[in-house]
């Protein structure tokens, strides 16, 4: 007998769970790496800077065909096969002959990524309807605990003195193996196509105008937090002075922070207006992203990683429930929207911090993460009312 769509939902939680977890984990892994890359390929800020954008460029072919590849096939079997060849990538990072290969390397990373990024988000959004209640807080929550976890591995295995090389291909055959068994058990194809066809389009009049000013500040919060995704190892490395192995804490502090506001993210939205919210949680990060850059305490700055991921953890979840508040949008259509904006600040925020980094210094450079904070507390009233919320 065929299994109903309801019964495969539990199973389909946890696979769909166990898939932002392993995201989060490869991705704490490039972070942690990025000083070997650094080294490796013997390039400066500005050539991390080109490296991310060529990232940043393959995620955004990759997000303009993800609709339409997941409508095809499914979520299940895109994000078999873009995770699992997301996760393999990890190993070759130190295994490119030269930088332009790199480049080439990093431009299949960040398809690959966006791409099981958008599949991941659907199966949530498709579980979150089939449960009735709220589930994507913690889905995310899982990325960024998957996100200390990498980091904090990757720092133990670097202070274990273990190779780079070796380290990394340990992470891409667990990874792999761990993206693939779940991909297994996550809802059947027809159930997730639908969602998918729903695309990243804007609507016409004043909704594409509130959905534009929900993109923008999505973006500027992601362009803020994937700046410590990328940075902030090497920030406390090369401009406070700490060992690899030390730095590597500066991830795993700001992902378990935001993993932790994550979780309990659902209950301070039902206990709080979302203006009030998205202000407070701007705010905090502004001040503890300020901690950082004034610090010269290692340790200190670690706690202002941490507030640093309590004040952004709950941006996006607040934004994207706004965009479902839209008149006259369908929820998804609105979500997804916003989502799409967010993911290319995503993309886009390290690049342009290693490119202002080389002008300047990288110090100079991460206080656009405070300046975008302050920016996200300022027009967090009006971007809920555009949308309809409080």
């Given at each position: 007998?065929?299994?109903?769509?309801?019964?495969?939902?539990?199973?389909a939680?946890?696979?769909?769970?166990?898939?932002?977890?392993?995201?989060?984990?490869?991705?704490?892994?490039?972070?942690?790496?990025?000083?070997?890359?650094?080294?490796?390929?013997?390039?400066?800020?500005?050539?991390?800077?080109?490296?991310?954008?060529?990232?940043?460029a393959?995620?955004?072919?990759?997000?303009?065909?993800?609709?339409?590849?997941?409508?095809?096939?499914?979520?299940?079997?895109?994000?078999?096969?873009?995770?699992?060849?997301?996760?393999?990538?990890?190993?070759?990072?130190?295994h490119?002959?030269?930088?332009?290969?790199?480049?080439a390397?990093?431009?299949?990373?960040?398809?690959?990524?966006?791409?099981?990024?958008?599949?991941?988000?659907?199966?949530?959004?498709?579980?979150?309807?089939?449960?009735?209640?709220?589930?994507?807080?913690?889905?995310?929550?899982?990325f960024?605990?998957?996100?200390?976890?990498?980091?904090?591995?990757?720092?133990a295995?670097?202070?274990?003195?273990?190779?780079?090389?070796?380290?990394?291909?340990?992470?891409?055959?667990?990874?792999?193996?761990?993206?693939?068994?779940?991909?297994?058990?996550?809802?059947?194809?027809?159930?997730?196509?639908?969602?998918?066809?729903g695309?990243f389009?804007?609507?016409?009049?004043?909704?594409?105008?509130?959905?534009?000013?929900?993109?923008?500040?999505?973006?500027?919060?992601?362009?803020?937090?994937?700046?410590?995704?990328?940075?902030?190892?090497?920030?406390l490395?090369?401009?406070?002075?700490?060992?690899?192995?030390?730095?590597?804490?500066?991830?795993?502090?700001?992902?378990?922070?935001m993993?932790?506001?994550?979780?309990?993210?659902?209950?301070?939205?039902?206990?709080?207006?979302?203006?009030?919210?998205?202000?407070?949680?701007?705010?905090?990060?502004?001040?503890?992203?300020?901690?950082?850059?004034?610090?010269?305490?290692?340790?200190?700055?670690?706690?202002?990683?941490?507030?640093?991921?309590?004040?952004?953890?709950?941006?996006?979840?607040?934004l994207?429930?706004?965009?479902?508040?839209?008149?006259?949008v369908?929820?998804?259509?609105?979500?997804?929207?916003?989502s799409?904006?967010?993911?290319?600040g995503?993309?886009?925020?390290?690049p342009?911090?290693?490119?202002?980094?080389?002008?300047?210094?990288?110090?100079?450079?991460?206080a656009v993460?405070?300046?975008?904070?302050?920016?996200?507390?300022?027009?967090?009233?009006?971007?809920?009312?555009?949308?309809?919320?409080?």
């Amino acid at each position: 007998m065929t299994p109903t769509v309801p019964s495969l939902v539990p199973a389909a939680r946890w696979a769909t769970r166990t898939q932002f977890f392993c995201s989060g984990f490869i991705f704490a892994t490039w972070g942690v790496h990025i000083p070997t890359v650094k080294a490796h390929y013997a390039i400066d800020e500005a050539g991390l800077g080109l490296a991310m954008l060529a990232a940043g460029a393959g995620a955004l072919f990759g997000i303009s065909r993800a609709g339409s590849w997941i409508g095809r096939h499914g979520a299940a079997r895109t994000a078999l096969v873009t995770g699992g060849i997301y996760a393999l990538l990890i190993a070759l990072l130190t295994h490119m002959p030269a930088y332009a290969g790199l480049l080439a390397l990093l431009a299949v990373f960040g398809l690959v990524t966006s791409v099981f990024d958008v599949a991941i988000n659907t199966e949530a959004s498709q579980l979150e309807r089939l449960a009735g209640r709220p589930l994507m807080s913690g889905m995310h929550g899982m990325f960024s605990l998957g996100g200390m976890a990498g980091a904090v591995s990757g720092g133990a295995a670097l202070a274990a003195g273990w190779a780079p090389a070796w380290h990394l291909v340990l992470v891409a055959g667990v990874m792999a193996v761990a993206v693939v068994a779940a991909a297994r058990r996550m809802l059947p194809a027809d159930t997730t196509a639908q969602e998918a066809e729903g695309g990243f389009h804007l609507p016409a009049g004043s909704r594409r105008g509130a959905l534009l000013v929900l993109g923008v500040l999505a973006a500027l919060g992601l362009v803020a937090e994937g700046a410590m995704y990328d940075w902030s190892v090497l920030y406390l490395q090369q401009e406070l002075g700490s060992p690899q192995q030390q730095a590597a804490l500066a991830y795993a502090s700001f992902s378990a922070a935001m993993a932790a506001a994550r979780f309990g993210g659902d209950a301070l939205r039902a206990r709080f207006a979302p203006a009030r919210l998205l202000r407070a949680s701007a705010l905090l990060a502004a001040a503890s992203m300020t901690l950082v850059l004034l610090t010269p305490s290692p340790w200190v700055a670690l706690a202002g990683f941490a507030g640093v991921g309590i004040g952004f953890a709950n941006v996006v979840p607040v934004l994207f429930a706004a965009a479902a508040q839209v008149p006259g949008v369908e929820p998804a259509r609105g979500i997804a929207a916003v989502s799409a904006a967010a993911y290319l600040g995503f993309m886009a925020g390290p690049p342009v911090i290693g490119f202002l980094a080389r002008m300047s210094s990288l110090t100079a450079a991460l206080a656009v993460v405070v300046l975008f904070a302050l920016a996200l507390a300022v027009a967090a009233p009006r971007a809920t009312r555009a949308a309809g919320g409080g």
